[in-house]
């Protein structure tokens, strides 16, 4: 069973890989990614889930064999689950719907789908695409979704090859106070 430092030490060690076809590493994407959360003034559990939300593409050895493979390693439900013993609905809640947040962002906000990445664009393709509109509409009912949205947007901004962010020691205090009591 993965622990907090598990956790940690995958995103120094395996999180030096980059960010798919992103000018940035994984580690870099993270951090910047829960910078923009926190200057945000996001509650800490949502600074941890923009940090980990992608921890799905490291933990059992990354995604990478299937993202080769033109197959959607299904990152969030994989992150999702590995941290559901350390972290409470708060954290991975948003997690788990990262990606239906963008299939509900491209089919509502022409200007958020004209503005992916061309690698998110890719992904976009193989995760099902943009969201019908009853789909868009029954996505905003579930738990989660504001959050889940908020964090896609962080995750878009969060590709930037120059951006300056904190180390994951600054984030510490986020991830102490969203941890579950009995982990
Ligand atoms: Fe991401």
Redesign the pocket.
Known sequence: MIVIEDLLRLLLERGARQYGDEPVSQLA?ALQ?ATLAERSGAAPPLVVAALL??IGHLVDGGDEGAARAWRDGEHENVGAAALGHLFGPEVTGPIGLHVAAKRYLCATEPAYSAALSPASQRSLALQGGAFAPAAAAAFLDRPHAAAAIALRRW?EA?KNAMAATPGLAHFSKHIDASASPRR
Do not use: F, L, Y
Request: glycine content about 0%; aromatic content about 0%.
């Open positions: 994407h990614c939300h992608d995750d969060a």
